[in-house]
Structure formats: C-alpha cells, structure tokens
C-alpha cells in the first residue's frame, strides 16, 4: 500500500463522522498485512513514550510494552523481542517486580513475567495526587520564603536595554497584584498605562510644573519597579519595609495633585 493510502485509512478508518469516506476507500486501499503491522508499530512507540514521561527509563518502557504485547513471558522471549541482553532484561524486569507493576510466578523452575497495567495506573494516579499535593506546599513554602525575605535585605535586580524594559513591563503588568504608578505627564505615558494597566490599577501624572520627571514608577505587592525609557533601564526592588515608603509617596503626591485641582476651580 502506498503512504497515501496508509495515511488516509489511518485518519478516516474507524471515526463515526467519516463510515462512508473510509467504505469509499476500501477498495483503493485494501488492508494488507502490512497496514497492520505498521499500526502496531506506531501503538507500541506511542506506549513507550507515555511509559517514559512516567519515569521509566528506555530499557523499562521497552521491556514492559514488550510484556503487555506478550502476555505473561519467560525474560528470554521478551530479550529477543525488545533485542535487549537478556542479563540486562533479567535486571530491569527483577526491578519492575520489586516496583509491583510487573507480577512473577515460578512455574516448573521458569520465571514467568507478567505486566500489571492496572496497578500501574492506579500507581501513576496517586502519584499525580502527591505531585499536586506537593506543589501545594511548595508554593506555600515559596510565598513563606518570599515573606521572610520582604522584611529583610531589598532583593534588587536590574533589566537593560529595549528587552530589558519589555521584561519589566512584562512582569509588572501580569501579576495579579493591584499596580499603582507615578509616572511623567506625557502623551506616551498615560497611552502606555492605559494599553497595560487593569481596571483596578491606578496612577497618577507629573508633569514639568512639579519639576523634571521622566521616570516611571511601579508599586505593586512588595514590589517597586523604576523604568527609564530614555535610558533604556529598570530596577525592580522586592522589599515590604521599602514598597511602603514608596506607596505612601504616592498617597502623598496624590493627596497633593487632588487639593491643587481642587484650587484650579475655585
């Protein structure tokens, strides 16, 4: 059979949706010996590799698809199957017994080898349950860590360059914390926060009549961040005792701006 052929039985054949295209193909593309062996082949790569991003190792996701295409097997059948050693395959089959996915009975001195596909998807479950279990508490650990250390030394990173200051607003802007800013009074400022910013966030404009500003800055959690487009540069601060000082700066220039407006149209 040709690749087309192949191919087209292969996504047509066997789907609800598409009986008549698969009977319309039936005779153009008979199904040999070969069709079947070459849907094995791909069934039997497919396992492995499921077996292997659950943590078997090559030679384990082998000899155990190996042992699930056999049925219960003697270490000798499933070495000439897999083409592994058959010192090597005694080992890793030994290990998969040791592990209770795989079940030996001593049948007339013979070790018959047996896969248990059942156990291993219940294993694989609950390991999936501790792993979810585990990142729980790992991000409670971070989040406690991460607390310890807003109330000590400022961790302060800087970001240089076009890239620099994209990552900055990049990482200002996607946290879910609320984001207040002082920024200058420009057209491509307030554009800027308007395009970044979330309904809840907030800032506040300065302009060349509350002297020279053209720096941005962003408080956020625990977080200041001080952005220069100009000299392409940003300086992320994480620390509690500081990102105070910083957000009661802002309360202060904005109690300040809201009593001079209040002026302006008196």
């Known amino acids: 059979m040709n690749a087309f052929c192949r191919a087209t039985r292969l996504f047509l054949g066997g789907t609800g949706g598409y009986k008549i295209s698969a009977t319309h ?10 069709d079947i062996l070459f849907v094995s082949n791909m069934t039997t790569l497919a396992t492995i590799n499921h077996l292997k991003a659950a943590g078997f190792t090559d030679n384990e996701a082998n000899i155990y698809t190996a042992l699930l295409e056999l049925g219960p097997s003697v270490a000798n059948v499933v070495a000439k199957k897999t ?8 080992v890793t089959l030994e290990a998969l017994v040791k ?11 013979v070790r018959i080898y047996g896969a248990q596909p059942e156990y291993l998807v219940r294993s694989t479950e609950e390991s999936a349950k501790c792993y979810s279990k585990l990142a729980d508490e790992l991000k409670k650990s971070i989040s406690k860590i991460r607390r310890i ?29 609320r984001v ?44 200041v961040a001080l952005v220069s487009s100009e000299v392409k540069s940003a300086v992320m601060i994480e620390n509690k ?16 701006l809201e009593r001079t407006a209040r002026r302006g149209k008196k």
């Open 180 to 223: 207040t800013g002082i920024l200058p009074d420009t057209p491509d400022s307030r554009d800027k926060f308007k395009m970044l910013a979330h309904k809840a966030d907030k800032a506040i404009y300065l302009g060349k009549k509350h002297r020279p500003f053209s720096a941005e800055i962003y408080i956020y959690g625990d977080n």
């Open 241 to 256: 005792g500081m990102t105070d000082h910083f957000r009661t700066l802002f309360d202060l220039a904005s109690a300040r």
């Open 149 to 177: 250390r807003a109330g000590g030394s400022p961790t302060i990173q800087t970001l240089e360059g076009d890239n620099g200051v994209e990552a900055a607003y990049q990482v200002i802007f996607t946290q879910r914390k």
């Open 99 to 109: 592990r209770g996915i795989v079940s030996v009975s001593d049948q007339k001195k």
């Open 25 to 34: 193909y039936s005779d153009a593309c008979p199904i040999t010996q070969d």
């Open 83 to 90: 083409k592994i050693n058959r010192s090597t395959t005694y």
